[in-house]
């Protein structure tokens, strides 16, 4: 696995979190909760991207 891609998936994170602990003290729990599900989304596809590469390589790797 890539040190590059744990990196990002953790500044992700990050940012998520202290976005979601300004906005929540802020008193708008509605946005908070959208930066959440938007940092999760942001998550899942860089790891769907990934996810794509392991079954192309699978799949060249089994073809005949």
């Known amino acids: 696995m890539e040190v ?3 990196f990002r998936i953790a500044a992700v994170g990050i ?12 008193g708008r729990d509605e ?6 599900i ?4 942001v998550v899942l596809v860089l790891l769907l991207q990934k996810i ?3 079954f ?6 089994f073809s005949f």
């Open 38 to 41: 938007a940092g999760l989304i």
């Open 15 to 26: 940012l998520v979190a202290v976005l979601n602990l300004l906005l929540s003290r802020a």
């Open 4 to 6: 590059d891609l744990i």
């Open 56 to 61: 192309n390589l699978l799949q060249s790797l």
């Open 31 to 36: 946005q908070a909760l959208m930066t959440t």
């Open 52 to 54: 794509s590469d392991l």
